[in-house]
T-cell receptor, first 111, second 113 residues
Framework: DTGVSQNPRHKITKRGQNVTFRCDPISEHNRLYWYRQTLGQGPEFLTYFQNEAQLEKSRLLSDRFSAERPKGSFSTLEIQRTEQGDSAMYLC?????????FGPGTRLTVT | KNEVEQSPQNLTAQEGEFITINCSYSVGISALHWLQQHPGGGIVSLFMLSSGKKKHGRLIATINIQEKHSSLHITASHPRDSAVYICAVSQIQVTSGTYKYIFGTGTRLKVLA
């Protein structure tokens, strides 16, 4: 399957721990997006990469959040010192231009 | 007020019924997207529209650019159509070149056998 993949699918962590998620986009896509989705809500934009350059970050992305896309391929999203409010589904999407293709998401639970 | 509004928020239908989900938006867009999300999280793109009407199987999507409104119709609904249907609009951010989606909150559809 050559779709967008995300790992891990589920992560349970204790408050204060650091977590890292990975997204592997569709190989020919140069655009990569991270979104956060809480229960009963639509996804909210976090950040956007074009190739390896991070071109936009939402104000939702506090200093505890960092994202990278080395070499313009896979991307990682790290959350430091997790808080219970970080519990959500973290979605990755990639595109070549207009249409975005979504990964299955990583569900984070902070206890 | 959200930039993308959907109605209804929740919908229960009997198998075979004709279903309509509505989406209104208040911003300039490049395109409008209808997405389907099943429990477990994965989002699948159903339609991308910039004008008119598209049909795929039992699904029909329409958009009225002047009224900033779109509808998703499901004919002959089936329990396997049960999912969350999300309307999203895409727009280009001139300053960064970002092509970004803005999502509605979704319509939770349950089709009963």
């Amino acid at each position: 399957d050559t779709g967008v993949s995300q790992n891990p699918r589920h992560k349970i962590t204790k408050r204060g721990q650091n977590v890292t998620f990975r997204c592997d986009p569709i190989s020919e896509h140069n655009r990569l997006y991270w979104y956060r989705q809480t229960l009963g809500q639509g996804p909210e934009f976090l950040t956007y990469f074009q190739n390896e350059a991070q071109l936009e970050k939402s104000r939702l992305l506090s200093d505890r959040f960092s994202a990278e896309r080395p070499k313009g391929s896979f991307s990682t999203l790290e959350i430091q010192r997790t808080e219970q409010g970080d519990s959500a589904m973290y979605l990755c999407a990639s595109s070549s231009f207009y249409e975005q293709y979504f990964g299955p998401g990583t569900r984070l639970t902070v206890t | 007020k959200n930039e993308v509004e959907q109605s209804p928020q929740n919908l229960t239908a009997q198998e075979g019924e004709f279903i309509t989900i509505n989406c209104s938006y208040s911003v300039g867009i490049s395109a409008l997207h209808w997405l389907q999300q099943h429990p477990g999280g994965g989002i699948v793109s159903l339609f991308m529209l910039s004008s008119g009407k598209k049909k795929h199987g039992r699904l029909i999507a329409t958009i009225n650019i002047q009224e900033k409104h779109s509808s998703l119709h499901i004919t002959a609904s089936h329990p396997r159509d049960s999912a969350v249907y999300i309307c999203a609009v895409s727009q280009i951010q001139v300053t960064s070149g970002t092509y970004k989606y803005i999502f509605g909150t979704g319509t939770r559809l349950k089709v009963l056998a």
